[in-house]
């Protein structure tokens, strides 16, 4: 491990100090927390579990509204990247979509939805997520199923595992 001048601090602990320092910085930190905190509380509305589709697409609306009001030019530059990182995701657009026909905001047909979706599939994404924070949550919660203690599993045990798994991370809401 390579450490600084002083052999008890590591050169991370040094390099901590010397931007602790630089002038500015508690005007920087200040800043971040007035425009930005409303990010991170967004972020932990996205993650919750069962919300429905239009509530998200709404959080991502607020974000992208208040980023909007951003003047300066670090805030102007937050604001390029939400629009090139929006624009990009295709997917989104096509759950704003969704979302607009659940909600009855729109009555547009499904011109632009993948071709394979129909009226009665569209009944299915009123709590889909918009994040993949729920993938990430199965897989940290069925890694333990196909552990090195598990090869003995039977097709039928591995099945009920499963149902009660499913069955014990909540009731979905209709």
């Known amino acids: 491990m390579a450490y600084a001048d002083d052999k008890d601090e ?5 390099d901590a100090q010397h931007y602790i320092v630089k002038p500015g910085l508690e005007n920087n930190l200040t800043y971040i927390k007035s425009n930005f905190v409303k990010l991170t509380m967004a972020i932990d509305n996205l993650q919750q579990q069962n919300i429905p589709l239009s509530e998200s697409i709404k959080v991502v609306q607020y974000i992208k509204r208040s980023f909007e009001t951003l003047r300066d030019q670090n805030g102007k530059a937050v604001n390029k990247k939400l629009h090139q990182v929006l624009e990009k995701n295709h997917g989104l657009s ?4 969704i979302s ?3 909600t009855g905001e729109t009555s547009e047909n499904l011109d632009g939805l993948p071709e394979d979706l129909n009226c ?6 009123k709590y889909a997520p918009i994040t993949s924070v729920d993938v990430e949550r199965s897989f940290s919660t069925y890694k333990t199923i196909l552990s090195n203690n598990r090869r003995s599993f039977k097709f039928e045990n591995l099945r ?13 809401m209709n």
């Open 100 to 102: 607009n026909i659940l």
């Open 120 to 125: 009665n599939d569209l009944v299915f994404y």
């Open 10 to 14: 590591a050169i991370s602990i040094r």
């Open 94 to 97: 096509a759950l704003i979509q």
């Open 160 to 172: 009920k595992h499963l149902i009660i798994q499913c069955n014990s991370q909540g009731k979905y």
